[in-house]
């Protein structure tokens, strides 16, 4: 069996994300489209819109024909490291022959290009991103900067581009057997916060749930049925009470939480100010947020980091019913299938560690947001 693989959130799935997967289904000449989807909580460090298990069923319905979970240690993280994660659980299956994702700039060549390029950086590229930090800049805008000029297509410039280069270069790290298949990414951009015609953005669809828009026709039905009347909920109370209740050294113990950013957290947290004050130019909303997000999950660098180089599982969410035969190509894979009850004893430490997370992960999702949770994997 031949796979195409997907790293994806669905939150929500929506036209562009139904387009993807008959596109990366027709061009790929695949006998499976395989999910790598992220939990409960996505890597801008929110909830997500609805749970695992009723996204992993809209990816089937979508075209999908397995689903498994990203991890929440790397489904939390930055975008290196949630490539990293997602491309390691990957390249342990040996079906998967291609990797299939979204760009604004869909040449093949230049994300394999800018891949070794990343892959190998001049120390006048990595002196001029330590100058432009210390100035005040994001870390993501000055690498950018520094790299603009020697990457092809500004690849580091657009949401998509970035992660499609991080994966590309993930595939590198882990001299994984996977070709890549960038996809021209159709209508509004991933960050765009107007409805646009039949393609629009999941950031525009959430914004306009929130409004009280009518969103049908920009996702599909079966998607549309199950949606939420809003996307707020308490996790940042949550959150807050969490920092209050650990040290600084604690806090400064996740990933991207530097330069003293855990006093601020602090200070902030015995306010009735948002964690999103802490926003800057050197400080994204999305890295502030995840900070809050992994605190709350008791998630350390030190964690994430073991578990990138360590055997982990395929946590299965979903299969399309009458593919059973793709459970068998996951079964091949040097990591232990999670389906039922108690597969978890199958875990070696580390493994069982990252596995935990997943578990903790739920439940917090639980007391913020409605789950339902399937006993039967097969839709």
């Excluded at 799935?13 to 409960?40: F, P, T, Y």
């Excluded at 800049?137 to 690498?143: I, N, P, T």
């Excluded at 660098?301 to 969410?317: D, G, N």
């Amino acid at each position: 069996m031949k796979i195409c693989a997907i790293i994806c959130e669905y939150n929500p799935l929506h036209n562009g994300h139904l387009w993807q997967i008959r596109e990366a289904k027709e061009h790929s000449n695949a006998d499976a489209v395989l999910c790598i989807m992220s939990g409960d909580f996505v890597q801008r460090g929110e909830t997500a819109l609805l749970d695992k298990f009723t996204r992993a069923k809209h990816a089937v319905l979508a075209g999908a024909d397995a689903v498994i979970q990203l991890p929440t240690v790397f489904a939390t993280a930055n975008a290196e490291l949630f490539a990293r994660g997602a491309i390691r659980i990957l390249s342990s299956i040996p079906a998967v022959k291609t990797l299939s994702f979204g760009a604004e700039n869909p040449d093949k060549t230049a994300f394999k290009l800018a891949a070794r390029y990343l892959s190998n950086e001049p120390q006048e590229v990595s002196e001029s991103i330590k100058k432009r930090v210390k100035e005040g800049v994001s870390y993501a805008k000055a690498r950018a900067q520094a790299w603009a000029g020697f990457l092809p297509l500004d690849l580091l410039c657009s949401p998509n581009n970035i992660l499609g280069v991080e994966y590309t270069k993930a595939i590198l790290t882990e001299e994984a057997d996977i070709d890549i298949l960038p996809l021209q990414r159709q209508g509004s951009g991933y960050l765009d916060t107007a409805l646009n015609q039949n393609f629009s953005s999941a950031t525009a669809i959430r914004n306009a749930i929130d409004n009280g828009e009518i969103v049908r026709g920009f996702l599909p039905d079966f998607v549309y049925e199950d949606l939420p009347k809003t996307t707020k909920n308490d996790l940042e109370r949550l959150e807050k009470y969490a920092i209050l209740s650990k040290s600084k050294n604690e806090i400064a113990k996740v990933c991207d939480c530097t330069e003293g950013l855990e006093n601020a957290f602090k200070r902030v947290a015995e306010t009735n100010e948002p964690l999103e004050t802490l926003t800057s130019a050197r400080y994204t909303t999305s890295r502030i947020k995840r900070i809050a997000l992994q605190n709350l999950l008791n998630i350390e660098e030190t964690l994430i980091r073991e578990c990138l180089s360590s055997p982990l599982y395929l946590r299965v969410l979903a299969v399309r019913k009458q593919r059973e035969d793709i459970l068998s190509a996951l079964g091949e894979s040097a990591y232990p299938l999670i389906i039922r009850a108690h597969d978890d004893e199958k875990l070696c430490k580390t493994a069982k560690r990252c596995y935990e997370k997943d578990i903790f992960a739920e439940k917090v999702y639980g007391i913020l947001q409605k789950t339902k949770k399937k006993d039967d994997i097969f839709i």
